[in-house]
């Protein structure tokens, strides 16, 4: 029997469901915070390996304040620059929901904050429970400026796991005895590799096997029975970093902001970016154990900063030795060797999301993008001191064989929204614009790419699917992808080209993880999917900040949708002018 509603019926109808809305809309607004945070960006005197360096830092700290909020929160954070160089602060990993404006990478959502200046940034965590993290995203200041940002669940709500004891964010860091700024200045002055980090940090302390260091390490509590959430964060500036804690097996549930299928392994890898949530238990002796983190380094023939940082896990219950009697030294940890890509694949394959997830199926953007360095020939009047990269070269890094370039006058958003020509082009290509071996023997006459402030245009709502592939040019290397505005499924990962006719058949669409960095293994491919949703100027680059440095970035042109929740917000009023 059809059952066609009164016109009184339709109307009362249309009123319950308004009123479930309101009640529904003003409880979320109710259960939600607006926090407020002064950010003063300062050079800071800090000591470490028996040197004092003034060190770029926010409110004098290093690392910087943690964030901690709810999800449903909105934050206001007034950022106030203080510093000799120009900055910006980039939320990594919080998905900005049409406020574009407070992404931060310097001249792509943002002119940046010149010395003197100040900028408020507005935006709301929507969605996302977990661990994410906050830095400067202008030129090297990322290697003293960053912090933690805490997401809870909303109030009443609880983790899908049983609540731990205690909570620790695990900060991984890089430190240099130089102006970080310095190294890349230079660096880019003579065309070479930069020099290497002389130390790598846990919670901004090296720890004790390095010099001038044993009395600072970092010490994390943790007792009898108790269960301990790491928030761990690979904030280095250039190094994926192996992590583990003596005799203590991680239960990872939790990675960039979103929840996992529980699993247990003794070490896991961060690619720059990444964070990872893990859960350990007080099940061992009273006693101290190791916290280390040392270098996954994957590329041949590259020199890097081969040492360890550690920290100590503490058992509260662990007898005071007499006094004069130092405490008994910590347990280390086994590690894997430093190019272990066998421990990186073995993590990595575990990663899974905990439920069937909502995969696009039907895509619209099917793109294939080439990752990968080069070397750009010395440019002529130019003198040797300036190409010294491998045999007079200049070292560069590129996307499709483009090298990104940033504009100067004006950032690629305002370009974008107010309709300004000559900034950039959408003519990014959507394929490799010539197809080779990309993990074989490369011609050299495929190393040096072409520059160039190249964008790709999606309407608003896209499917995309991107084939990230590494290549061999220079050398092969694991490089952790990151896109700014998003989150996404990574569907596969593979080492050797990708090929479109057998890999397809390795695609999980069931519960692949979601993640904001996707770390392409060495000579090899990642597939990620995603819907464009989020409408703006959106960075796609390699965390690995030398390599944005050398172009390995593009961008994406993310367009207004229909009405105003589609589109992205009206530019705020103290928007820096370049």
Request: a positive charge; proline letters at 8%.
């Amino acid at each position: 029997m059809n059952f066609t509603p009164s016109k009184n019926q339709t109307t009362m109808v249309s009123y319950m469901l308004g009123l479930v809305f309101f009640v529904t809309f003003a409880f979320s607004l109710a259960s939600a915070n607006v926090q407020y945070h002064d950010f003063v960006v300062q050079a800071t005197p800090v000591k470490r390996l028996c040197n004092t360096l003034n060190a770029i830092t926010v409110n004098g700290q290093y690392p910087g304040p943690t964030l901690e909020v709810y999800e449903g929160d909105t934050l206001v954070v007034n950022v106030v620059n203080r510093a000799k160089y120009n900055v910006t602060i980039h939320w990594h990993g919080v998905r900005q929901m049409r406020t574009g404006w407070a992404d931060g990478p310097e001249f792509v959502t943002q002119c940046p904050i010149r010395p003197g200046g100040s900028y408020t940034y507005r935006f709301t965590i929507r969605g996302q429970e977990g661990t994410l993290w906050w830095h400067a995203h202008s030129s090297w200041l990322r290697a003293t400026v960053y912090g933690a940002i805490i997401i809870r669940p909303r109030e009443g709500t609880p983790y899908p796991f049983p609540k731990p004891n205690r909570e620790t964010p695990v900060i991984l860091g890089e430190w240099w005895n130089r102006d970080p700024v310095s190294v890349i200045r230079q660096a880019t002055r003579t065309g070479a590799a930069p020099n290497v980090s002389d130390a790598y940090t846990i919670n901004g302390q090296p720890g004790d096997l390095y010099n001038c260091s044993r009395k600072d390490t970092v010490v994390v509590p943790i007792d009898i029975g108790e269960t301990h959430l790491l928030r761990v964060i690979n904030a280095a500036l250039n190094q994926e970093l192996f992590f583990s804690v003596a005799n203590h097996p991680f239960t990872v549930v939790g990675a960039d902001a979103g929840y996992l299928k529980p699993f247990t392994t003794n070490v896991i890898m961060l690619g720059p970016g990444q964070t990872t949530d893990v859960l350990i238990s007080g099940n061992q002796a009273p006693g101290r154990y190791y916290i280390a983190a040392k270098p996954y380094q994957s590329a041949q023939g590259v020199a890097f900063d081969n040492t360890t940082a550690t920290a100590i896990l503490e058992y509260k219950s662990l007898a005071c030795p007499p006094k004069g009697v130092a405490k008994p030294n910590p347990v280390f940890p086994p590690l894997p060797a430093f190019n272990s890509t066998a421990t990186v694949t073995a993590f990595t394959n575990k990663l899974r999301s905990p439920r069937k997830v909502p995969v696009p199926l039907d895509i619209d953007e099917n793109l294939f993008f080439t990752v990968g360095l080069g070397l750009n020939q010395c440019p002529p009047g130019f003198s040797s001191s300036r190409c010294q990269g491998p045999n007079g070269t200049r070292f560069a890094a590129s996307m499709n064989n483009v090298s990104f370039v940033l504009p100067s006058n004006w950032s690629l958003l305002q370009a974008h929204k107010l309709g300004i020509p000559g900034v950039f082009t959408t003519d990014f290509p959507a394929q490799p614009p010539l197809k080779f071996d990309y993990t074989g023997n490369v011609s050299r006459a495929l190393w040096q790419p072409q520059t160039g402030t190249k964008l790709y245009k999606m309407k608003y709502g896209s499917t995309v699917q991107i084939v990230i592939q590494g290549t061999n040019i220079v050398t092969g290397e694991n490089h952790p992808m990151h896109i700014h505005g998003y989150d996404f499924y990574i569907i596969a990962q593979g080492f050797g080209n990708f090929n479109a006719r057998t890999d397809t058949k390795k695609f999980n669409l069931v519960d692949p993880p979601m993640r904001n960095t996707v770390g392409v293994p060495v000579n090899g491919w990642a597939v990620i999917r995603f819907v464009a949703d989020n409408p703006g100027v959106w960075l796609m680059h390699c965390h690995l900040d030398v390599h944005i440095t050398w172009g390995l970035a593009m961008a994406f042109v993310v367009e207004d949708g229909v009405g105003e929740l589609e589109s992205i917000e009206t530019p705020p009023a103290d928007l820096p002018i370049c």
